[in-house]
């Protein structure tokens, strides 16, 4: 070895890398070949082959990139092996050149090993495809993965001043990347899980911030398609290589040469990464057992236990030190135990119970996902509302919520089964502007569940995220009266001209019954002139129309945005006063799709008298939000069907066949989408649901009645066919 280290003659960083570059010729020259076969060597043997091809690509880009992260891995290995070898580092130290050169001149030679081939045969490679291509664009993940190798050689390095062998700096080198991104998948996770209201685009901001110092987190989520790849990103995982670099320099020269062999030259790396994945394996068994379960919290902290335990008794090589690492486990997880102890009686630290005050919030973007409802009858579309009745009934809805986190957090069973005299504990909501309809004598549940989520935009600029995926139907009042206010429909109509549908590439076109759709291709000039009509209709509607509509639509009508950028989908009813819609439609030749009915269309009548003494049912299953003529999406089933167990309790309704003409007329007369708080008339229409608008009631009892009576024994009514209470 003394020879060798003869070239170091001087305490200069070149003369170390001189030095390296001497000592480490096979190694350097063996890679900078193969990094030349597999790129542009192999893209000259494409062109070769096919030197009339416009669209040559290389087959081993991927191995070109695999190959340098794996070296990146591989090199500090190589050149500070020698700080885990006793007698080595003794020879290395007694040099005449001081620690910080010694360090600096094999860094720096790693990183030039590494960065001039990568950099050289990629941009050799990528200009021959430019000039051999057509319209080939810059590729995106050069730069990242560039990056992602000084991220990886620096860390590495890092650990190797840590570690004292090279088993734990390999380890520890998998810990760090592969656990730190699963670390906060579980935590992110885990909160979301248990914390009512958490929105899954706040984690997704947050995770997105918190995985940019993972450059494994990047690679897997964005190699190969980098077209939504932030930019921001790659100063972060240079920032983290630069801090590491230097922080590893200082750990250097403080480096005793008798931690040589030991399992950690400096302790704190052990714990964080030990930690780390103890913590990780805890939560990953917490959420795969179920979050809410005790037993779940006992088992994972147990194995994020044992999983500490392992890690300490292979750094001890043994149980020597078993009472101090019974000591760190235990400690560990009684912290842990205790932060969710404290997260769960103080509402996740607030965050479940915070509502903004009216005088911080500038204004309020709403989604809503109704039950019953399709597109626009909801405020499902992000639309900004800034005028203070609106922000003030957001706030009343928010309210209500955190009025009633305990129970909404318990979670309801879906087949809960009902009556009056079992009320159950804990389901009845207070605190909260009731629906008409709403008179307490139903558990909430059974009106239906709603997505919301709330978007509070704040007067300093900062925004407050509320996402509620299973909220009762029963506190949505407030959202509904927004959604029938004048104040919604300009800011909808606004919203609609900004999101700049006019180039749209097709249409769809549902039936009226919002069946399958036909779908046609528009040229930009007919996207421009449809888009046009629709904000022109949509100007002149009436307020109530994005919930309770005057008349049955013609059809739905589907806006698909373009391809080569985010999708983007708006879905309008038609009704027959729209008439710009109506006229550009049949002017192109466009036709909604026809309701597909069976051969022998099959209708029933129930009046809203006959549904509300039907209220009393003892054993009703499912959602009673429609008995009361507020969403025809939903009906009721009885168990086994209508049979008559109960002499003078089950209820089957008469059905009678409709003429063709009949069915046409009845179709512009009831509801595939109504949400009012006024009980309607129902009619079952082939195993289905609709509302009747009140103008045409006496008309679809006549059309209904007019036809041959259906006859069903008891019992015998076909499973498919739904009641419509």
């Not at 030679?109 to 960065?115: P, Q, R």
């Not at 932060?339 to 509402?347: C, E, I, K, M, R």
């Not at 129930?606 to 009906?635: D, H």
């Not at 109960?646 to 409709?658: D, N, V």
Request: hydrophobic share 40%.
């Amino acid at each position: 070895m003394t020879p060798m280290l003869s070239s170091v003659k001087s305490d200069r960083l070149g003369s170390v890398f001189a030095h390296c570059l001497h000592r480490y010729k096979s190694i350097w020259i063996l890679y900078t070949i193969t990094m030349f076969l597999v790129m542009p060597f192999s893209f000259f043997l494409s062109f070769l082959s096919n030197p009339h091809s416009t669209n040559i690509f290389i087959p081993t880009e991927v191995l070109f990139h695999l190959l340098a992260l794996g070296m990146s891995v591989a090199l500090p290995l190589i050149l500070f092996q020698y700080i885990n070898n006793r007698q080595a580092v003794d020879v290395f130290h007694s040099l005449p050149i001081s620690r910080k050169n010694l360090f600096w001149g094999n860094y720096l030679f790693g990183l030039a090993v590494l960065l001039i081939p990568y950099v050289l045969f990629g941009i050799v490679t990528l200009g021959a495809q430019t000039a051999v291509n057509n319209e080939l664009p810059l590729e995106v993940d050069y730069p990242v993965i560039l990056t992602s190798i000084i991220c990886f050689y620096s860390t590495m390095v890092f650990i190797m001043v840590n570690c004292g062998t090279l088993f734990e700096s390999i380890t520890y080198f998998g810990i760090i990347h592969i656990g730190y991104p699963l670390f906060v998948s579980a935590v992110l996770s885990f909160i979301s899980s248990n914390t009512y209201g958490y929105p899954s685009n706040s984690a997704s901001f947050i995770g997105n911030i918190l995985y940019s110092f993972s450059p494994v987190r990047q690679l897997l989520d964005f190699y190969p398609n980098w077209d939504y790849y932030n930019w921001w990103k790659l100063p972060v995982l240079l920032g983290i290589a630069a801090f590491v670099a230097i922080l590893g320099a200082y750990l250097y020269k403080r480096r005793k040469s008798e931690s040589a062999g030991q399992s950690f030259a400096y302790i704190p790396l052990f714990y964080i990464g030990s930690l780390l994945i103890s913590i990780t394996v805890g939560l990953g068994f917490v959420l795969s057992l179920g979050s809410k379960k005790i037993t779940s919290y006992i088992f994972g902290i147990l194995l994020g236990i044992a999983v500490y335990f392992i890690l300490d008794t292979i750094r001890n090589r043994g149980f020597r030190k078993v009472a101090q690492t019974a000591i760190v486990g235990c400690t560990a997880a009684v912290l842990v135990t205790a932060v969710f102890a404290a997260s769960n009686l103080t509402h996740t630290f607030g965050y479940e119970t915070r509502v903004p005050q009216i005088q911080q919030i500038e204004s309020v973007v709403l989604y809503w996902s109704a039950p019953g409802s399709l597109g626009t009858s909801a405020l499902d579309n992000g639309v900004k509302l800034n005028d203070r009745e609106s922000i003030e009934a957001a706030l009343a809805f928010h309210k209500s919520v955190t009025a009633n986190i305990d129970t909404l957090k318990t979670g309801f069973p879906s087949n809960y089964l009902y009556d009056s005299e079992n009320q159950p504990v804990g389901i009845n909501l207070v605190k909260y502007t009731p629906y008409s309809f709403d008179d307490g004598s139903y558990p909430a549940f059974d009106y239906g569940n709603s997505r919301v989520q709330i978007v509070y935009v704040l007067q300093n600029g900062f925004k407050v995220y509320r996402e509620y995926k299973n909220c009762p139907f029963a506190l949505t009042k407030p959202l509904y009266e927004i959604a029938q206010s004048k104040a919604y429909q300009e800011a909808f109509v606004q919203w609609f001209r900004q999101e700049d549908y006019s180039d749209c590439e097709n249409v769809a076109l549902y039936s009226s019954l919002h069946q399958g759709a036909v779908s046609y291709t528009l040229s930009p000039d007919q996207a421009v002139r449809l888009a046009k009509a629709i904000s022109s209709d949509l100007d002149a509607r009436d307020n109530t129309s994005n919930l309770t509509p005057a008349e049955s639509p013609k059809g739905f009508l589907e806006l698909n945005g373009g391809y080569g950028r985010a999708y983007r989908a708006i879905t309008l009813p038609v009704y027959p006063t729209d008439s710009n819609i109506l006229a550009f439609l049949e002017k192109n030749g466009y036709d909604f799709l026809e309701p597909s009915i069976e051969e022998v269309p099959v209708a029933a009548y129930i009046s809203k008298e006959e549904r509300k003494s039907l209220m009393s049912y003892p054993t009703k299953t499912g959602r009673l939000f429609f008995c009361t003529g507020v969403g025809s999406q939903f009906g009721e089933w009885i168990p086994e069907k209508y049979a008559i167990e109960e002499s003078g309790r089950a209820y089957a309704p008469k059905f009678h066949e409709l003429t063709q003409q009949g069915l046409e007329e009845l179709l512009t007369m009831i509801a595939p989408v109504y949400i009012s708080e006024t009980p309607h008339d129902a009619v079952i229409l082939n195993g289905t649901n609709y509302l009747v608008y009140p103008q045409y009631e006496e008309q679809v009892k006549a059309i209904i009645e007019s036809g041959q009576p259906v006859n069903y024994e008891p019992g015998t009514i076909p499973a498919d066919t739904e009641i419509a209470y």
